[in-house]
């Protein structure tokens, strides 16, 4: 098979994420494309979590598909949950110590949920027990059903290392491992060194864990390789696994960010707990070179505040949240806009409105970040559409809010922050520091000089120096000002610098084209959707449809006369959006930045990501001319 979908569930805090993590890395290490979804309740332990993966042996996957040919299951809600999402033909691991529970047995399942599958199950003539729908995927799919005696298992590893009973569920994520590595016939010593990079010098984990493959493998040696992934038909020579959440946290340690604040909150806390984890930062010959002092704030008014206070010392600053945080940062993104603070903030979407959907992803928040504040004044909006994109982005929103002095908000979202994919090395040639106007100061100094649009900045504490922050209107000095010249000039000049950024961004940094140049159909959108609807707009090439894909990188602001451009030979009715949000919002940004109306939209807003399969069938919907406006669903 050129690839596979894998599902792993269980409840959460059972180690469905580091069956993921070590799964990942074996089929990487074996030369494998992989993308995995991570989905989970906002609560610590109990409730349902799924990991949705595809390994490739085609290339490095963009997108995640369903039906999936393999579900391994920890418990019976994963069965009841995603019994419809594996494939005619699949397989079905299962433990049978869960065959007699029946769905109204699950306590943690929500209601809505357990109302919803028990009424598929009515529908299909199936029993609401686990024991009845595995006969009926292994009669009505032909799926084939892999029992494995969970208990079992557990008291002959626990026999054999004397394990105590209660630290035996540790080992849960261990089963789900060995039998999808069993089922996809990766051998012992790839699964071995997935175990060591996972547990690292905690030998005793991994020579347990290898114990339990070797138990699974025994189970399963009738069906060992019955899933068999093609040989890789491509290569890289050195390759990453990681997060969205770690890429950023990576790229800001090269970007030379000194000071990063966070307030605890999901999908974004996961960047700060990397960066928390090094004290020091070293090159090449080991020697030390500065570090980054990462603070966890009371709240996100302090977390934005602390941040604009470093940035004024002279350190390259950021904080980082999510939709909620943000809200409460507003306040001092204005006040960092009045005084022309580079300030990064790096924005995790998820869904809203109020506490919404903590650990679910959305694209909502986009007006939030281009409009949000007080008053008028200069900020750059960044989004990121994938991991590498994402590490060069974040260096180049310290760079634009250094040389521009704004604030700049990297815009991403929970399936960028959360979903495992692997990426080349970034290539750090290009990459460079761009700082802007230093000033040395000293005495006469005016740190908001209308000499130019971009002011002499001098740091805090420079010798000699004396400078005046204020929220107010203020003059060159930054004394507070109200006479009605001074305020035209200084709001103007603050202002202004839009033009300015507009002029001197390269386009490559404003839209990404691709496909053809001339497409019959052009989608635009932005962030975490490019994968999804580049291998769209792939299929559709295959059958003989030009479509073609425009991402907007620079949100705001909005790089109006380009986009004119790019699309003057298409008709608005050739022209999509897609976007995980209710109104598909970067719509109403193209049509009242460029008067180009989008009304064929693809939108989702349930949390869960764009499914390939469910993309393709909405465009066709939109392409036929049945529809104009599709909404997706699919995800348990």
């Known amino acids: 098979?050129?690839?596979?979908?894998?599902?792993?569930?269980?409840?959460?805090?059972?180690?469905?994420?580091?069956?993921?993590?070590?799964?990942?890395?074996?089929?990487?290490?074996?030369?494998?494309?992989?993308?995995?979804?991570?989905?989970?309740?906002?609560?610590?332990?109990?409730?349902?979590?799924?990991?949705?993966?595809?390994?490739?042996?085609?290339?490095?996957?963009?997108?995640?598909?369903?039906?999936?040919?393999?579900?391994?299951?920890?418990?019976?809600?994963?069965?009841?949950?995603?019994?419809?999402?594996?494939?005619?033909?699949?397989i079905l691991i299962y433990?049978?110590?869960?065959?007699?529970?029946?769905?109204?047995?699950?306590?943690?399942?929500?209601?809505?949920?357990?109302?919803?599958?028990?009424?598929?199950?009515?529908?299909?003539?199936?029993?609401?027990?686990?024991?009845?729908?595995?006969?009926?995927?292994?009669?009505?799919?032909?799926?084939l059903p892999l029992g494995l005696d969970f208990s079992a298992l557990l008291k002959t590893l626990s026999e054999q290392y004397r394990i105590d009973a209660r630290a035996l569920s540790r080992f849960l994520s261990g089963i789900i491992v060995s039998s999808v590595a069993v089922v996809l016939g990766l051998s012992e010593e790839a699964v071995v060194q997935g175990f060591e990079q996972q547990f690292g010098e905690r030998k005793h984990l991994v020579e347990q864990n290898t114990a339990l493959y070797r138990l699974v493998r025994d189970a399963l040696s009738n069906h060992y390789g019955a899933v068999r992934l093609d040989e890789p038909g491509f290569s890289m020579e050195k390759a990453m696994v990681v997060t969205g959440n770690d890429v950023v946290a990576i790229a800001k340690i090269v970007a030379g960010v000194r000071y990063q604040s966070y307030y605890p909150i999901t999908p974004a806390a996961d960047e700060s707990f990397l960066l928390e984890r090094y004290d020091n930062i070293v090159d090449e010959t080991g020697e030390v070179v500065g570090s980054v002092v990462v603070v966890q704030t009371e709240d996100e008014i302090a977390a934005v505040n602390s941040a604009i206070g470093a940035a004024l010392t002279g350190a390259r600053a950021s904080t980082t949240?999510?939709?909620?945080?943000?809200?409460?940062?507003?306040?001092?993104?204005?006040?960092?806009?009045?005084?022309?603070?580079?300030?990064?903030?790096?924005?995790?979407?998820?869904?809203?409105?109020?506490?919404?959907?903590?650990?679910?992803?959305?694209?909502?928040?986009?007006?939030?970040a281009v409009f949000a504040g007080h008053g008028e004044f200069a900020r750059v909006v960044l989004s990121s559409s994938d991991h590498l994109e994402a590490f060069y982005d974040t260096i180049e929103a310290f760079n634009i809010a250094e040389k521009y002095q704004v604030p700049v908000i990297h815009l991403l979202d929970k399936f960028l922050a959360n979903t495992v994919a692997v990426m080349p090395v970034p290539d750090l040639g290009g990459v460079g520091?761009?700082?802007?106007?230093?000033?040395?100061?000293?005495?006469?100094?005016?740190?908001?000089?209308?000499?130019?649009?971009?002011?002499?900045?001098?740091?805090?504490?420079?010798?000699?120096?004396?400078?005046?922050y204020t929220g107010d209107e203020h003059d060159e000095h930054g004394h507070i000002a109200e006479d009605p010249e001074i305020r035209v000039k200084m709001y103007s000049k603050r202002i202004e610098k839009l033009n300015l950024i507009q002029r001197e961004l390269p386009l490559e940094r404003k839209l990404r084209l691709h496909g053809p140049g001339s497409p019959d159909y052009l989608v635009v959108g932005w962030g975490s959707v490019k994968g999804v609807v580049l291998d769209a707009i792939e299929y559709f090439s295959e059958k003989g449809l030009r479509m073609a894909y425009l991402d907007v990188k620079l949100l705001w602001p909005f790089p109006s006369e380009e986009f004119l451009k790019i699309t003057s030979g298409l008709p608005d009715s050739r022209i999509l959006a897609v976007e995980h949000s209710y109104g598909v919002n970067i719509?109403?940004?193209?049509?009242?930045?460029?008067?180009?109306?989008?009304?064929?939209?693809?939108?989702?807003?349930?949390?869960?990501?764009?499914?390939?399969?469910?993309?393709?069938?909405?465009?066709?919907?939109?392409?036929?001319?049945r529809r104009e406006r599709v909404v997706l669903t699919y995800g348990a």
């Open 1 to 90: 098979m050129k690839e596979v979908g894998i599902l792993l569930g269980g409840p959460q805090g059972s180690g469905i994420e580091t069956s993921m993590w070590i799964l990942s890395r074996v089929l990487v290490s074996k030369g494998y494309g992989v993308i995995a979804d991570r989905e989970y309740f906002s609560n610590i332990t109990g409730r349902h979590s799924y990991i949705q993966m595809l390994a490739s042996s085609v290339k490095p996957p963009r997108s995640l598909k369903y039906p999936v040919e393999i579900l391994a299951s920890m418990d019976a809600e994963t069965v009841f949950t995603h019994f419809t999402d594996i494939s005619e033909g699949g």
């Open 95 to 143: 433990d049978v110590n869960t065959s007699s529970r029946r769905i109204d047995e699950i306590p943690s399942m929500e209601d809505a949920t357990r109302e919803r599958v028990a009424r598929i199950l009515s529908d299909k003539n199936v029993e609401p027990s686990v024991e009845s729908v595995v006969k009926y995927l292994e009669r009505d799919k032909r799926i």
């Open 321 to 368: 949240t999510s939709g909620p945080g943000f809200d409460l940062m507003v306040e001092g993104l204005s006040w960092a806009g009045m005084n022309e603070v580079p300030l990064v903030i790096t924005y995790y979407q998820r869904g809203g409105p109020s506490t919404g959907q903590p650990t679910r992803g959305s694209q909502s928040d986009l007006f939030n």
């Open 433 to 468: 520091i761009e700082r802007g106007v230093l000033a040395k100061g000293g005495p006469g100094y005016k740190r908001f000089s209308l000499e130019s649009l971009i002011s002499p900045r001098a740091f805090i504490g420079a010798r000699d120096t004396v400078m005046w």
């Open 587 to 625: 719509a109403e940004l193209v049509s009242m930045s460029t008067g180009r109306r989008i009304v064929k939209r693809v939108s989702k807003y349930t949390g869960r990501p764009i499914m390939l399969d469910e993309l393709v069938k909405g465009l066709e919907e939109i392409v036929s001319g």
